[in-house]
């Protein structure tokens, strides 16, 4: 049979990422971004090979952006397209794997939208534009929750009446589920370790950052809940907050919920505390030049990322590595260091000049001899979003 080529799909509210990838070439064959969709500044744009282009969609829709992405995906696919693969932020109870996509999936999709009014309507969006685009083709959908569907009950529950659980399914999800999944899987091949009988920590690390414990291949815990904001600091969110920070601010400044999910989801995390930015790569210039805000958002970051690992390590029998990844996880020497330097129980140590490499894609270990395995694995859940499609097409 020869190597088959799968789309895959991330849709946000106003963008479209996607990806051509080929199961036997490690690079994507196509990818890109449709983002502004919906407004006079609507664009699309792609990378085929080494060329890169661009088109103006002057207010297109997402199913305008996925009409002019057809004809550019078959050329590339030499008219061999064998599915598609959506990202889908939330899964709740129902998924606990990837599925192929009805008229059942979908309701089910749609009734978890409570659970993820940001994401799920916009996954939907391009759901549904494809499949009148291309209906002929099988069609899944991953999604970020359902690697945690493994958490047992003590894990997942949270210490509220248990009719808000039953009736309105109000426990903890967690998401970057697909991520956690690769770079536990990479890290067990890079070690050469078997994923079913390993235990590992995983801190994905970008705008958005999730901490992870999994074990023989299953998530047993990981630091995000009912939504994206519980855990970690991160770029705009500003992870774990006193539960009663609500009351205390609709009391005091006559906040609405509105304002202060806003202000927590849009307002917070690194930004907030820099007053400068919620990129890692500025916060870091600033703090090298001085800057008091920079200095103190990398110092709660880390911190605080730490204070998860340690918490997340009570999930494992046993610690066979540290794994960072995600835009920061990948790319930031001084993220690592910092965060070890907290973690001084674990016995963990960094090589200097392996963590200094370790960047752009650079992939390995940057742990001392001796020392417990700390891994930088570069994530590439677009490639795990066509393999699932890829399992599902194989039954």
């Given amino acids: 049979m020869p190597a088959r080529n799968i789309l895959v799909i991330n849709c946000g509210s106003s963008s479209i990422k996607f990806a051509l990838i080929n199961e036997a070439q490690p690079d ?4 890109g971004l449709a983002e502004r969709l919906g407004s006079p500044e609507a664009v699309l ?5 080494d060329n890169k282009d661009s088109l ?10 996925l009409a002019q992405l057809l004809p550019l995906v078959q050329s590339a696919a030499g008219g061999q397209l064998h599915g598609i693969g959506h990202r889908v932020v939330h899964g709740g109870e129902q998924f606990t794997s990837a599925c192929l996509i009805d008229p059942l999936s979908l309701l089910a999709i749609r009734a978890t939208a409570p659970l993820a009014p940001l994401h799920n309507p916009a996954n939907l969006l391009g759901i549904e534009a494809a499949l009148k685009l ?24 949270y210490a509220v009446p248990e009719a808000l659980y039953r009736e309105h399914g109000v426990r903890r999800y967690g998401f970057h589920g697909t991520s956690h999944r690769f770079v536990s899987q990479r890290a067990a091949e890079m070690s050469g370790l078997d994923f079913a009988d390993s235990s590992w920590l995983s801190a994905h690390l970008g705008n958005g950052c999730s901490t992870c414990a999994i074990v023989n ?3 047993r815990d990981t630091s995000m809940g ?18 009663n920070l609500h009351g205390h601010l609709a009391r005091t400044l006559g906040w609405s919920l509105e304002r202060i999910d806003s202000l927590l989801n849009k307002e917070s995390g690194l930004l907030g505390l820099s007053g400068l930015s919620n990129d890692m790569r500025s916060l870091e210039q600033a703090r090298a030049e001085g800057h008091a805000g920079a200095t103190l958002a990398i110092e709660v970051f880390c911190y605080r990322l730490a204070k998860s690992l340690a918490a997340m390590s009570c999930a494992l029998p046993r610690l066979d590595g540290l794994i960072f990844t995600g835009g920061i996880g990948e790319n930031s020497p001084l993220i690592r260091s910092k965060t070890l330097a907290h973690l001084r129980l674990f016995n963990l140590a960094l090589d200097e000049t392996a963590n200094a490499a370790c960047i752009r894609g650079a992939a390995g270990p940057i742990h001392s001899p001796g020392s417990p395995r700390v891994l930088v694995v570069p994530t590439n859940e677009e490639r795990q979003i066509a393999l699932d499609t890829l399992a599902l097409l194989n039954e």
């Fill in 28 to 31: 994507f064959i196509l990818s």
């Fill in 226 to 243: 009912l939504t994206p904001l519980e855990g970690l600091v991160m770029g705009t969110r500003s992870g774990d907050v006193d539960p």
């Fill in 217 to 219: 291949g299953q998530s």
């Fill in 45 to 49: 744009h792609w990378q085929h090979a």
């Fill in 134 to 157: 291309f209906p002929e083709l099988p069609q899944v959908a991953v999604f970020d929750t359902a690697f945690h569907q493994s958490l047992p009950e003590h894990a997942f529950r």
């Fill in 56 to 65: 103006l969609l002057q207010g297109g829709d997402h199913r305008a952006a």
